[in-house]
């Protein structure tokens, strides 16, 4: 029937996850409009489209079980020299992350981890050092917090965009109305975007 590549992951929300998609193609990663802005729970991973109905209703059986956490976003940080990835910082939430994707990793799609897990928001891979400079500089004190009340699993299609497939709201949401979530739209959105501290 075919392979197809997923990926799972709990959206950045507005209208902070413009904003940071915003900031990694100024810092010039190619990838940026392809990469709604995200806290990843199962990376990029191959499977068999006949395991994705049982994939689904495991995804399900998670998030029924899940409560709403706060998230909080804080500063920033390097994987460097190990990978050329810089990344803001999950400075709340990261305890709740790796509960849930431990979850999600042990249902029909089994996936090893290359690296120990460390939840994270992604702001540039794969470029100069001098770009990954500047972005782990210029967003050095930038500040982010919401509730986490879903993830979503997310398809790759043919031309590398991950386009969102379906949320996974959590059994126990907060009661009150949340931030947006950001659409897994490919476009630019702009280029007019402040940078720095941003509101919790």
């Known amino acids: 029937m075919g392979n197809r590549m997923i990926g799972v992951s709990i959206a950045v929300p507005e209208p902070y996850g413009s904003l940071l998609q915003q900031c990694r193609a100024d810092f010039g990663d190619p990838l940026a409009y392809c990469i709604p802005t995200h806290v990843t729970l199962l990376p990029p991973t191959e499977v068999d489209i006949a395991v994705l109905p049982a994939f689904r209703e495991h995804l399900s059986e998670v998030a029924a079980v899940c409560h709403a956490f706060p998230m909080r976003l804080e500063g920033t940080a390097s994987f460097r020299p190990l990978t050329p990835v810089v990344f803001v910082e999950l400075a709340q939430g990261g305890l ?5 994707q431990e979850r999600v990793r042990s249902g029909p799609v089994r996936r090893e981890l290359q690296f120990p897990y460390h939840p994270h928001v992604t702001i540039g891979h794969g470029i100069a050092d001098e770009a990954l400079d500047r972005a782990q500089m210029e967003l050095a004190d930038f500040t982010a917090a919401w509730t986490a009340s879903c993830f979503s699993l997310y398809e790759q299609d043919d031309e590398g965009v991950w386009r969102p497939l379906r949320d996974y ?6 009661p009150h109305p949340l931030l947006p979530q950001q659409p897994g739209a490919c ?3 702009g280029t007019a975007s402040a940078r720095g501290t941003q509101p919790a």
């Open 169 to 174: 709201p959590f059994g126990a949401a907060a």
């Open 187 to 189: 476009e630019p959105l």
């Open 96 to 100: 709740d992350c790796a509960e849930l």
